[in-house]
């Protein structure tokens, strides 16, 4: 049933997760950009969701520098955890300002609903991971950082992203891994490695909860979650994948439509009305809509049509 319409059990989402990393089976985690597309990720049996900074900036049409403030952000995470009912790992870029700032975000993202919270260490204006003309901070701000995100939450977990492998090179994003792990850090994520053996050597050398980012079109060599976990990580996202492929087919049919005036020849790939409701569970609605009005015997639209 609806979050909407029933009252949900008490769950814990970082305990969710935390129970998934300890099964020993590599997780794969879908980035998904808006609440349907979070019911579709779990109607086809993913266990964690990603909320990417990237993809949500897209969809508001501005680029991933982060621009969104806090509150859009933690208002967009509400929405995709009341939806899908689903632990989300949630990047909050560099934590929305100091060591201090990172308290409250940290405290405003574990009250929407986010199973673990992923801070990284570049200097605003943030640029793509995967992008050149990137700076970071200092280690020693950056691990104030995850110190202070590590004491402020109650259960939520603690994503260190490090994007100093292509400034400074391994043996420093090797260091600021091992520091933020001893600063509280549950999951380090060392952002854009360009070969399997870089992935490999960051195992190695740092251990634990590893996150490894298999975006398109950029620096790292294109792996599976099981040659992942072969490696040494237990979670692997695909933080751009659904959005790219909807935006691009979107723009297909648009382009299509505006050709031949019909929109006829792509009835067979698109999702049916049934199809939509059963996923964003119409006839729920229905039912809880008729049962308060009494007894009134309004018709519903028929879901055939």
Not at 156 to 162: D, E, F, G, K, S
Not at 249 to 278: N, S
Request: glycine fraction near 8%; charged fraction near 25%.
């Amino acid at each position: 049933m609806t979050w909407m319409l029933e009252r949900a059990p008490e769950q814990s989402h970082p305990l969710r997760l935390r129970e998934l990393l300890d099964s020993g089976e590599a997780l794969s985690v879908p980035g998904v950009f808006n609440p349907l597309t979070a019911l579709i990720a779990r109607k086809v049996g993913f266990d964690a969701l990603y909320f990417s900074g990237a993809a949500f900036s897209a969809s508001l049409g501005i680029p991933d520098i982060g621009l969104f403030t806090l509150d859009e952000l933690t208002d967009a995470v509400r929405w995709m955890v009341r939806a899908s009912g689903m632990p989300f790992i949630v990047d909050a870029d560099t934590g929305f300002g100091e060591a201090i700032n990172v308290i409250r975000t940290v405290r405003e993202l574990e009250a929407a609903g986010a199973a673990a919270i992923q801070i990284e260490d570049q200097v605003l204006p943030k640029r793509c991971g995967h992008l050149d003309g990137k700076t970071v901070i200092s280690t020693d701000a950056f691990v104030e950082k995850i110190a202070a995100a590590a004491q402020s939450r109650k259960d939520m977990l603690i994503v260190a992203r490090t994007d100093v492998r292509a400034i400074d090179g391994m043996e420093a994003a090797i260091e600021r891994g091992r520091l933020c792990k001893e600063a509280g850090a549950d999951i380090i994520f060392p952002e854009a490695m360009q070969s399997l053996d870089e992935f490999k050597m960051y195992a190695d050398a740092v251990g634990g909860d590893l996150l490894a980012n298999m975006t398109e079109f950029g620096r790292s060599p294109y792996l599976s979650v099981d040659e992942f976990a072969t490696l040494g990580y237990n979670i692997v996202i695909f933080p751009a994948s659904a959005m790219r492929v909807a935006t691009k087919a979107t723009e297909e049919l648009l382009t299509d439509l505006k050709r031949t005036g019909t929109q006829k020849e792509w009835l067979p790939k698109m999702q049916t009305r049934a199809e939509l409701y059963e996923l964003i569970e119409y006839d729920a609605y229905a039912e809880v809509d008729g049962a308060l009005s009494l007894g009134s015997d309004r018709a519903y639209m028929d879901r055939r049509d």
